[in-house]
């Protein structure tokens, strides 16, 4: 039974959202910080956190389903370079989540995520 195995819809089709989800993964790996809505940084966190254990792997299978999910091929070189080092004794626990202020127009939550 698949009981509360749900995924989080964010109002997008699956592809779209899949979509969503490598391009917010891109950036915030590229720029360390982002601020978006509050629900798609708690989607994205799991992302980011499966890319940046592929990069502690750091074998050719786990390169290559990287260079697969994230756009950039020299970012994704340059994550496999430095994650060893910065979370080598790390188990987990990659980003981390702040609220911020509502957003102006729709009142939405928004927050930032940002790389530990």
Known sequence: MRHRCRVKKL???ADQRRALLRSLTTELIRHGKITTTLIRAKVLRSEVEKMITLAKNGSLAARRE?????FDKQLVHALFEQVPTRYGDRQGGYTRILHTV??????AKMAIIELV
Request: aromatic content about 8%.
């Open 11 to 13: 109002s997008k089709p």
């Open 66 to 70: 990287a260079l697969g999910y994230i």
């Open 102 to 107: 509502p957003r102006r127009g729709d009142n």
